[in-house]
């Protein structure tokens, strides 16, 4: 399976960061994946990065409710940058909600590729990260 060079998660829940890390040393989906518990964090990351394509990641997995800055304010966020950032990246919202209006408002930013219910398996993440490669030129 071919792999993404960059992966970044963002996501308080420990347990749910523990079990993807774990996935991933077990079936490699990218060279290098990052985590990040907060929104903010993630923003001051790739605003530090957007000229260096090398460090941005291609695919960015996010969570919604987080402390600092959550999901909703990160996309409002990264809305702002994107322009500015040498790479495109990916986002999938990953979520435990049910709420078909979280999906729909996910949908409706133009900055959200895909919403995927917790948990998320390694078939499925490894869909996802072919999806994202499929995307590339």
């Known amino acids: 399976m071919n792999s993404l060079e960059r992966l970044c998660v963002i996501d308080d829940d420990p347990v749910f960061t523990f079990l993807l890390k774990k ?33 941005l990641p291609e695919l960015i997995l996010l969570d919604i409710n987080m402390p600092i800055l959550d999901g909703w304010q990160f996309i409002d966020e990264f809305a702002k940058l994107k322009s500015q950032l040498s790479r495109n990246i990916t986002i999938f919202m ?40 499929s995307k590339k030129w």
Do not use: H, W
Request: negative net charge; hydrophobic residues 35%; proline residues 3%.
């Open 23 to 55: 996935m991933i040393e077990k079936e490699p989906v990218a060279s290098d994946c990052f985590f990040f518990e907060n929104g903010q964090d993630a923003i001051d990351y790739l605003t530090e990065y957007k000229d260096q394509e090398t460090r």
């Open 94 to 133: 990953i979520s435990s909600s049910t709420d078909t209006d979280d999906y729909n408002r996910a949908m409706a930013t133009g900055y959200v590729d895909d919403y995927i219910r917790k948990p998320i398996y390694a078939a499925e993440l490894q869909k996802i990260v072919q999806r994202v490669l």
